[in-house]
Nanobody, 123 residues
């Protein structure tokens, strides 16, 4: 499964963004999907995850109430929307796939990763 993130860039504080991650070479139907963020000097951390059925989204406390994860199996794509952005949301965002029913917030649980997209939120 190949994943390619898009939608990153420079965003003003208070704004919103939509990250998209279409998959190729295989269908996402059999995968739980997740979004992770990494900043320099820190470990990659889970931002949000969605189960194979799309029924059990999870969010990190840092984005809870501001983020929405969704998946469109017909388009083979997972999307993350975050609103009311602030500088702490900056980082490289990665989408990932886990061949399981339920996603987790642990990077080591995921087998497939995109290359990442940079998000910078200016104050």
């Amino acid at each position: 499964l190949q994943l390619v993130e898009s939608g990153g860039g420079l965003v003003q504080s208070g704004g919103s963004l939509t990250l998209s991650c279409p998959a190729s070479t295989s269908t996402i139907d059999d995968y739980a999907l997740g979004w992770f963020r990494q900043v320099p000097g820190k470990d990659r951390e889970g931002v949000s995850t969605i189960s194979r059925t799309g029924r059990t989204p999870l969010y990190a406390d840092s984005v809870h109430g501001r983020a929405t994860i969704s998946r469109d199996n017909a388009k083979n794509t997972v999307v993350l929307q975050i609103k009311y952005l602030h500088p702490d949301d900056s980082g490289i965002y990665y989408c990932a796939a886990r061949r399981a029913l339920i996603g987790t917030m642990e990077p080591h649980d995921y087998e497939s990763w995109g290359q990442g997209t940079q998000v910078t939120v200016s104050s």
